[in-house]
């Protein structure tokens, strides 16, 4: 039998949720997109979960943001269905609860991988792990809510230099700029996060929910200091998409070459 895309596993109060795509990067398509939220829909309201892990299958990839082939084959649709667009890429990144969410980085976390970190709560992150939001080398951004959350995670100078650059950020440097919590040895990553996990669930429910909830500025799921920024995003990505170089930068990838852009 063929393993489920996304792995859904509850140890006492603590949901651990992984994707299960080694051999494609762990990256989304719109079966991981729809499998995600409903593990996100399913700590929401079950009471006896206190805390939610994300990580990702194997020890190479975390997540290796959107699928190209299934975006190459059934475009946006592919990724990001339609019916539950409003969770966000990945099924979480717009997809707010109350239950504190802890990212396990288990190796790369490139593009939408930091993404789904930066939607998290707590990071803890493998000592091979790097961070950073290559999307200005395909011609695009990073359209996950990476453009904006990076400067809010981290210092403004630091959070431009990887959005204008697309270098990766190491682990170590991640931890100095404060981007994550814990950085461990791979073999530790998943036990460190669900030791901050049960530490989490000590505290009493309802204060946990609600001081994450008031931190994060989440009403009725909703982050409305957020909306103005998926609004520039949104029509820049708009934009892009329809660019001759956004289409070499995504050639240019699966061709293994160098983009030739010519701004326009």
Do not use: Y
Request: one cysteine or more; charged letters at 20%.
């Amino acid at each position: 039998m063929t393993e489920p895309i996304v792995l859904v596993e509850q140890r006492d109060h603590t949901l651990i949720v992984t994707i299960n795509r080694p051999k494609a990067a762990n990256s989304i398509n719109a079966d991981v997109h729809r499998a995600l939220g409903e593990a996100w829909e399913r700590a929401a309201d079950d009471r006896t979960v206190r805390a939610v892990v994300l990580t990702g299958a194997g020890d190479a990839v975390f997540c290796g943001g959107a699928d190209l082939k299934a975006l190459g084959t059934a475009g946006p649709d592919g990724v990001t269905p339609p019916d539950t667009a409003h969770w966000g890429f990945a099924g979480v990144v717009k997809h707010h609860i109350a239950k504190p969410i802890i990212a396990a980085v288990n190796g790369t976390a490139l593009g939408g991988g930091t993404e789904l970190a930066l939607a998290s709560d707590l990071v803890v992150a493998s000592e091979t792990a790097e961070f950073g939001l290559p999307e200005v080398h395909r011609g695009l951004i990073a359209g996950a809510g990476g453009v904006f959350r990076i400067g809010q995670a981290i210092p403004r100078a630091i959070a431009m230099e990887l959005v204008l650059t697309g270098k990766p950020m190491p682990a170590a440097e991640a931890l100095r700029w404060g981007l994550v919590n814990r950085v461990v040895p791979q073999a530790d990553v998943l036990t460190t996060a669900l030791d901050l996990a049960a530490q989490i669930a000590t505290g009493a429910p309802l204060a946990v929910q609600a001081s994450k909830t008031v931190a994060r500025g989440i009403v009725d799921g909703h982050v409305s200091s957020e909306d103005q920024s998926w609004e520039l995003t949104e029509k820049a990505l708009a934009r892009l998409t329809t660019s001759a170089d956004t289409l070499e930068g995504v050639m240019a990838f699966m061709q293994k070459r160098e983009p030739v852009w010519k701004g326009e």
